[in-house]
């Protein structure tokens, strides 16, 4: 996954800009982004403040744990069920 060279902080100062009536045709080059990269962060962070996007990060990081945790687990019920029915 590509990394931005912005933080979740700068996008939302960006955001709140744009939000103040700054258009973003003035607005992206000023920062060195695309009108892309502007509406797909209005997209994903529109409406949110710093700590939604904090609980979201945490969200994800669980997420990502029980992810990996289940998929260890799975793996470790596959091995048994060859172990057992080879006997």
């Known amino acids: 996954m590509k990394l931005t060279r912005f933080k979740e902080p700068q996008i939302l100062s960006i955001l709140r800009q744009a939000e103040g009536g700054m258009p973003v ?7 060195g982004m695309s009108n892309a990269s502007f ?5 994903n962070y529109g409406g949110m403040d710093a700590s939604m996007i904090a609980q979201t990060k945490t969200l994800e990081d669980e997420n990502r744990r029980l992810k990996k945790m289940f998929a260890e687990l799975s793996m470790q019920n596959e091995h048994l069920k060859e172990a057992l029915g080879k006997k």
Request: aromatic share 16%; with cysteine; charged share 35%.
């Open 39 to 43: 509406y797909k962060w209005r997209s």
């Open 25 to 31: 045709a003035e607005l992206c080059p000023e920062h």
